[in-house]
């Protein structure tokens, strides 16, 4: 997937892992791999004018497996899709 760098400070680059829409299309769920090598998910809304930006880290994981997860268990709209 791609490098995306998230703004926190210039040093840091992470990669994206994976991205979980919700049915409207105007929520997603990023599951990250740091650069420190821990995951994390973070939340995303979508505006009118694109999306908005990152909300913070939501945990530290050892996977991107857990992460996600994690997410899925978290996240209200996450939860009915795989329970």
Known sequence: MEIIRFGRTP???EKLIKIL???????????VHR?????TFQRQRKHT????GLG????????AETAENEARSRVPWLVPLFH
């Open 56 to 63: 913070p880290a939501l945990g530290l994981y050892d996977s």
């Open 49 to 52: 004018d694109g999306w908005s």
């Open 21 to 31: 829409v919700n049915d409207a299309g105007d929520e997603r769920v990023l599951v």
């Open 35 to 39: 650069a420190d090598g821990a995951y």
């Open 11 to 13: 040093s840091v680059t």
